[in-house]
């Protein structure tokens, strides 16, 4: 610090000495006072820088325990590395060549004859077939499905579910554009069957059912088929039906019988099943049957199905139709058969060789069992029967027989240029 300029003062100083000491301890404290200021600006200064490097401590620490920690793997790393190649230098040293020819080469004949091409393709033959039916054995073990009817059949008996019909394979022989192979006409062979099972459905149980639900234990067991024939079969019999898709996370079938769902329905479920004049449609097809078609496939099925609206559907067909049939999907993807169950008089349990596991069913039946529900029976679908069909064959029979007549017809006509006189020409 410069000092101050005293000169002046001491100049303009023409008092006594005590007054011009006084005048020297101002100026000394005058600078001092410059001297303070100044210190406490640099004070300031280091203080902010201080302050600065601070709040950059905590980084820094955390880097040093970042670069200790490397340096600790990197030393356990080298260690194991350390430790291994000691172990390998002592293996090296305590292997030490101890082998000695004790005795030379020698060459032996053989005097026993060749075995033969043929008797060596039959032992890999025979060979190769045992392996091939272990191998079918084992995976036929592994394997829990029915293949035949007689296996279900015998599993029903076994856990004493009464059977309701077996139903064959559906063959069409006109062309359609249905999803599913529905029985449109009155007339069909396969009618027979359908409606056994509708008369031993009725018969299943003393009271009277109203409401009957399908379902099945795996996908692809013709459960929805199934559920259309009954359908098409109570109303060919004379009786109001009305067949509910219940299969909400399904996309709907209801163009089988000429009905197209309504669009806004997926949209708004709640509000479809809440109006009966919009969800319960009329196949025009078939007299005395209805529809009501799944506004599916929907994300909260689950929601949708314990609504008071579906719910409060189920309870009012119940008065309107003289039977209800409801669809729903299978017991391995969901729960929404369990959870319709209290709504319907009953559940048909729907089996189909080939694709029916044993554990499956016997887990439903079980399950059915254990949880009180009424189960009605069962019914075994696909069944490879023979079925007559009179009409069809006698079209294709007639059909022949006309073409054959006509080629014979047409080798007995006379050439053009060798009509006889008096014949005419066709």
Do not use: W
Not at 197 to 206: I, K, P, V
Not at 358 to 377: F, H, K, S
Not at 382 to 410: I, Q, R
């Amino acid at each position: 610090a410069a000092p101050l300029p005293t000169s002046q003062v001491r100049r303009d100083s023409n008092l006594d000495p005590a007054r011009q000491q006084l005048a020297n301890t101002l100026v000394n404290l005058q600078t001092q006072q410059e001297t303070l200021q100044q210190q406490l600006v640099s004070t300031i200064r280091d203080e902010q820088e201080l302050r600065q490097a601070y709040t950059q401590v905590p980084n820094k620490q955390l880097e040093q325990a970042r670069r200790q920690q490397q340096v600790l793997l990197k030393q356990e790393l080298f260690n194991k590395m350390q430790a291994a190649l000691a172990d390998a230098q002592a293996a090296e040293a305590e292997t030490v060549s101890s082998l000695n020819i004790a005795q030379g080469p020698q060459v032996q004949v053989d005097g026993s004859t060749a075995t033969s091409a043929p008797a060596t393709i039959g032992v890999g033959i025979f060979v190769g077939l045992l392996v091939a039916g272990g191998l079918i054995f084992v995976l036929a073990s592994l394997d829990n499905t029915y293949y035949t009817p007689e296996e279900v059949r015998a599993a029903l008996v076994q856990r004493e579910v009464p059977l309701l019909g077996e139903l064959p394979y559906i063959v069409l022989f006109t062309p359609t554009h249905s999803n599913i192979p529905v029985l449109l006409r009155s007339d069909s062979p396969y009618q027979e069957f359908y409606e056994r099972f509708r008369s031993n459905l009725r018969r299943a149980e003393n009271k009277a059912l109203k409401v009957v639900l399908l379902t099945s234990t795996v996908a692809e067991e013709g459960k929805s088929l199934s559920a259309y024939n009954l359908a098409i079969a109570s109303a060919q019999a004379g009786k109001r039906t009305l067949l509910v898709e219940a299969d909400l996370r399904s996309a709907s079938l209801a163009k089988s019988l000429g009905v197209s769902p309504d669009p806004a329905a997926a949209v708004e479920p709640l509000r479809y099943y809440n109006s009966k004049s919009e969800c319960i449609r009329l196949v025009p097809d078939i007299e005395n049957l209805y529809i009501v078609p799944s506004p599916g496939p929907q994300r909260q099925a689950a929601a949708i199905i314990e609504s008071s609206e579906l719910q409060q559907l189920l309870e009012d067909v119940r008065g309107r139709f003289d039977l209800v049939v409801v669809d729903t999907p299978a017991l391995s993807r969901c729960n929404d058969a369990l959870l319709l169950q209290p709504f319907t008089d009953g559940i048909v349990l729907v089996t189909r060789p080939g694709y029916t596991q044993e554990t499956m069913l016997a887990e439903a039946v079980d399950e059915l069992v254990d949880a009180e529900l009424p189960m009605i029976g069962a019914i075994i679908n696909g069944v490879d029967k023979p079925v007559a069909l009179p009409n069809v064959v006698e079209e294709e029979e007639e059909d022949t027989l006309l073409e054959e007549e006509d080629e014979d017809f047409s080798e007995d006509l006379p050439e053009p240029g060798n009509v006889p006189t008096g014949a005419s020409r066709f």
